[in-house]
């Protein structure tokens, strides 16, 4: 898991692959999420997400720890929200 800072460009793609993560869910009480907003994903889907030049940046302290086990660190520290000097 990585804790995702969501784009607009993102949730776009994952809706593409049908994960829907914009649309409200009031029987799920998903509110929906919009650019700016934290979210955990799966570290396959952030790995495609990458594949495809969308990745959005992550908290690199909120990650976990497995996900190394996917993706080197190197690559994460690239997407790190703390290593963001614009931000």
Do not use: Y
Request: glycine residues 4%; charged residues 25%; proline residues 5%.
């Amino acid at each position: 898991m990585v804790c995702a800072i969501m784009t607009d460009e993102f949730l776009e793609f994952s809706e593409q692959r049908g994960n829907d993560l914009i649309t409200p869910r009031p029987e799920w009480n998903f509110p929906g999420l919009k650019a700016g907003d934290q979210w955990c994903l799966c570290i396959t889907r952030w790995q495609e997400a990458l594949a495809n030049g969308c990745a959005p940046l992550i908290k690199l302290e909120s990650t976990h720890i497995n996900a190394l086990d996917h993706v080197d660190f190197d690559t994460l520290k690239l997407f790190a929200l703390e290593n963001q000097s614009e931000l």
